[in-house]
């Protein structure tokens, strides 16, 4: 059987494992949004010259593809991370100082209101 303080460093080692690929995953995302702008601004260029950019109205395409996709796999790992951040408590010491505010909520919730 697994302590609870051995779980929760494990749950928090995989947190940081999933956020490590959420950002790479981030990061690959907006590279690929900036070659798209460059292929952009190449395709404007080209129409304002009345030249052909077939080849990188193509290659703008594929990019797009990529784009959506790696965005995709980025929500998914940011959905996937935040739901096992979700799963890990706060573990308290005993001795740890309970605020009067605290107190004062346990006691009114342990009342029976009839």
């Known amino acids: 059987m697994i302590g609870p303080f051995i779980s929760v ?20 995302a907006e590279k690929i949004k900036k070659e798209i702008n460059a292929i952009q601004k190449q395709i404007t260029q080209k129409k304002k010259a ?6 990188l109205l193509k290659e703008k395409v ?6 959506v996709e790696m965005s995709k796999k980025a929500t998914d790992k940011e959905k996937e991370m935040t739901t096992k951040a979700a799963t890990i408590g706060n573990i308290v010491d005993k001795d740890c100082h309970v605020s009067t505010t605290e107190v004062s909520a346990q006691a009114l919730s342990r009342r029976d209101f009839k």
């Open 9 to 28: 460093i494990l749950c928090r080692r995989e947190l940081r494992s999933g956020l490590h690929l959420f950002f790479k995953a981030q990061f690959e």
């Open 50 to 55: 009345k030249e052909d950019a077939d080849d």
């Open 62 to 67: 594929k990019l797009d593809k990529d784009f």
